[in-house]
C-alpha cells in the first residue's frame, strides 16, 4: 500500500501499559517520518505520549461511538489498536480506516477471535511469550509491511528542570509504596517487616493518589511524591536499585536504565513475569505467593537477596 500519512493509536490504559507503548510510537516517527501520528489516552497516559506524537485525552467514560467519532475526524490512513478490550476494539472497527491493525486472541477465546477477524485487516497472535513492548511492536511492523525491525527503550526523558529537581531526593536505594504489597493477606507489618531488611536508609516513592496512605502508615521515612512524572523519572533515575511491586514504577525505572526488584503474583507469573518484565534493564524477580508464615520470612529474605545481587553486580 501507499507510504502512510496519517496513523492513530488507541492506547487506553493506565501508566504501566502507556509506557510500554512508546518504544512502538518511537518505531513509528523513525521508520515512517513522515507520518503524522495520533494518539487517543486516558489522562494517566497523556503526559506519557506527549512527548512523542500528538495525542487526544478521552475520558474513561467515553463511549466507542465518541472514540470512532475523533478517529474519523483524524482521517488516519491506519488505525493501530494497542488493546484487547472491547471499547477500544469497537472504536477501531467503527473509525472505517482503510487500514486497521489489532491483537487476535486466538482460539482460546473463539468470541473474541471471530469479531477480531471483522474488525481488523491484518491481525498478530496475542502471543504470552513476548513481552508486551514486543507485541506493539509487531502491530507497528504489520502497519509499516516491515519485519525484523528492532525494538527500541522506553522513551520517558526527563528534563534538565526535571534533574535540578531531583537532587534533593539523591539516595541509593528506593521503595514504590503503594497498598497493592498488602495482597493476599499481607498487612502493613509484614511489609515493614521486609522492608527492615534492605539496606537501610531508603528513599520511600508513591504517586498521588497514594501519598496519604504512605505517610499514614510510614510517617517515619523519607517519602518522595510528586505528580510530575517526568521528576519522578529524574528521582528514579538517581537510585542504583529500585523496588517496586508491579506497577508502572517498574517500566519508569527501566525506562531510565534503573535496576529494579519487581514483586509479581506468584499465581500466573509464568504468563504475567515474560510479559511485563522490566524491559531491557537489570531486574531481579520476586514472587509474592499466597500468605503464609513461612512465605512472610521466604519474602524478605527473597527481597534482601536480590537487591544484594542487583547492588553488587557490574554495571
Known amino acids: 500500500m501507499a507510504a502512510l500519512k496519517r496513523v492513530a493509536l488507541v492506547r487506553l490504559d493506565a501508566l504501566g501499559d502507556t509506557l510500554l507503548t512508546t518504544p512502538a510510537v518511537a518505531m513509528l516517527r523513525e521508520y515512517a517520518s513522515d507520518c503524522e501520528v495520533l494518539a487517543l489516552t486516558h489522562p494517566a497516559g497523556t503526559a506519557v505520549l506527549r512527548p512523542l506524537c500528538a495525542v487526544m485525552e478521552v475520558t474513561p467514560k467515553a463511549s466507542w ?6 478517529l474519523r475526524d483524524f482521517q488516519p490512513d491506519a488505525v493501530i489498536c494497542c488493546s484487547e478490550k472491547r471499547r477500544a476494539t ?16 486466538g482460539w482460546a477465546q ?15 497472535p496475542a502471543n504470552p511469550d513476548l513481552h508486551e513492548t514486543q507485541r506493539y511492536a509487531r502491530l507497528v511492523e504489520l502497519a509499516l509491511e516491515r519485519s525484523d525491525l528492532e525494538v527500541p527503550p522506553i522513551q520517558l526523558q526527563p528534563l534538565p528542570n526535571h534533574y535540578r529537581a531531583a537532587r534533593a531526593w539523591a539516595a541509593p ?48 521515612i523519607n517519602l518522595y511524591c510528586s505528580g510530575d512524572l517526568f521528576e ?17 514504577a517498574a517500566h519508569v525505572a527501566a525506562a531510565r536504565g534503573v535496576a529494579t526488584v519487581d514483586v509479581f503474583p506468584e499465581q500466573n507469573h509464568q ?33 534482601r537477596g536480590a537487591v544484594d545481587r542487583l547492588w553488587n553486580a557490574p554495571e
Open 173 to 220: 536505594l528506593g521503595v514504590q509504596l503503594t497498598p497493592k504489597w498488602c495482597r493476599f493477606g499481607y498487612t502493613i507489618q509484614h511489609l515493614r517487616q521486609w522492608l527492615e531488611r534492605l539496606p537501610q536508609p531508603w528513599l520511600g516513592l508513591t504517586g498521588p493518589a497514594e501519598e496519604e496512605w504512605a505517610r499514614r502508615h510510614f510517617p517515619d
Open 232 to 248: 519522578y523519572a529524574a528521582v528514579v533515575e538517581g537510585l542504583r536499585v529500585l523496588v517496586t511491586i508491579d506497577t508502572g
Open 90 to 105: 469497537l472504536a477501531s472497527w467503527a473509525s472505517a480506516a482503510p487500514l486497521r491493525v489489532g491483537f487476535n486472541p
Open 110 to 124: 473463539p468470541l473474541k477471535a471471530l469479531a477480531s477477524g471483522w474488525f481488523f485487516h491484518r491481525m498478530t
Open 271 to 303: 504468563h504475567c513475569v515474560p510479559r511485563w518484565r522490566p524491559w531491557r534493564c537489570r531486574h531481579e524477580i520476586v514472587l509474592q505467593p499466597a500468605f503464609s508464615a513461612e512465605s512472610v520470612q521466604r519474602i524478605g529474605a527473597e527481597l
Open 65 to 70: 461511538r465518541e472514540l470512532a467519532a475523533y
